[in-house]
């Protein structure tokens, strides 16, 4: 009997070892580059589904404005109905920069740029995520 235990107390701690690192794979980490071209708004051309709590950098670059103005950018969640803005920062649309907005919960996600002059603006965007 006492064997049997020690095999079973053996069994799932060979268990654990083998699942906690698999389970840690879940979380990601990567970054993606493209550009924007708006008058009013855009959403990000991809949503992520997060398994964790996600914290997204934006930084951008290249940047061109008829009036400058802020750029509001936009930490968004899907809920029942629509999306739910869960964290913004602003960043200057004539020279750029960066900024890091964080979630609240595992969940989908997108991203929004506002801008509220109605002129053109536009340049290039990298997009960082980890959770």
Same mark, same amino acid.
Request: aromatic share 14%; net charge negative; with cysteine.
């Given at each position: 009997?006492?064997?049997?235990?020690?095999?079973?107390?053996?069994?799932?701690?060979?268990?654990?070892?083998?699942?906690?690192?698999?389970?840690?794979?879940?979380?990601?980490?990567?970054?993606?580059?493209?550009?924007?071209?708006?008058?009013?708004?855009?959403?990000?051309?991809?949503? *992520? #589904? &997060?398994?964790?709590?996600? =914290?997204?950098?934006?930084? %951008?670059?290249?940047?061109? +404005?008829?009036?400058? /103005?802020?750029?509001?950018?936009?930490?968004?969640?899907?809920?029942?109905?629509? *999306? #739910? &803005?869960?964290?913004?920062? =602003?960043?200057?649309?004539? %020279?750029?920069?960066?900024? +890091?907005?964080?979630? /609240?919960?595992?969940?989908?996600?997108?991203?929004?740029?506002?801008?509220?002059?109605?002129?053109?603006?536009?340049?290039?965007?990298?997009?960082?995520?980890?959770?």
């Amino acid at each position: 009997m006492y064997r049997f235990k020690r095999l079973i107390n053996c069994l799932l701690l060979c268990a654990f070892v083998i699942i906690l690192p698999s389970i840690s794979v879940l979380a990601e980490s990567d970054s993606y580059d493209s550009t924007y071209y708006m008058t009013k708004g855009v959403y990000s051309s991809r949503t *992520w #589904d &997060t398994t964790n709590t996600p =914290t997204f950098t934006v930084d %951008l670059y290249n940047c061109y +404005s008829v009036v400058p /103005d802020n750029i509001y950018v936009m930490l968004q969640r899907r809920v029942i109905i629509g *999306w #739910d &803005t869960k964290d913004s920062d =602003t960043i200057d649309s004539a %020279l750029g920069g960066s900024c +890091s907005l964080t979630g /609240d919960t595992s969940g989908e996600y997108r991203l929004y740029l506002r801008q509220i002059t109605g002129y053109l603006m536009s340049g290039d965007i990298t997009i960082s995520w980890t959770w």
